[in-house]
């Protein structure tokens, strides 16, 4: 089992940022990714970024490209999403994810809110 915790939600101003930050535990040798997640109120839960513990390659969706930022800390098992230039849009619950192959997200945190206003 791996236990995924996020922090780091909150409120803030369009064109604001935030980080947030996903502390993995438990078996963590097994998961190949981490990604983050997010579902806006009514909506499906979305990919955002995606990053890898082995090298650290990178994937974002298109939405958040140029404007948020995830990377890893591999010896604290943590990772974080910066998010800056925040709009209006990007209000959601985030999750944190852990995949144990290249498309099977396994395990999932307890989200955190971000709330953008205008």
């Known amino acids: 089992q791996v236990q995924l915790v996020e922090s780091g939600g909150g409120l803030v101003q369009a064109g604001g940022s935030l980080r947030l930050s996903c502390a993995a535990s438990g078996r963590t040798f097994s998961t190949y990714a981490m990604g983050w997640f997010r579902q806006a109120p009514g909506k499906e839960r979305v990919f955002v970024a995606r990053?890898?513990?082995?090298?650290?390659?990178?994937y974002y969706a298109d939405s958040v490209k140029g404007r948020f930022i995830i990377s890893r800390d591999n010896a604290r098992k943590t990772v974080t999403l910066q998010m800056n230039s925040l709009k209006p849009e990007d209000t959601a619950v985030y999750y944190c994810?852990?995949?144990?192959?290249?498309?099977?997200?396994?395990?999932w945190g307890q989200g955190t809110q971000v709330t953008v206003s205008s």
């Open positions: 990053i890898t513990w082995s090298d650290g390659s990178t």
């Open positions: 994810a852990a995949a144990t192959t290249a498309s099977s997200y396994n395990y």
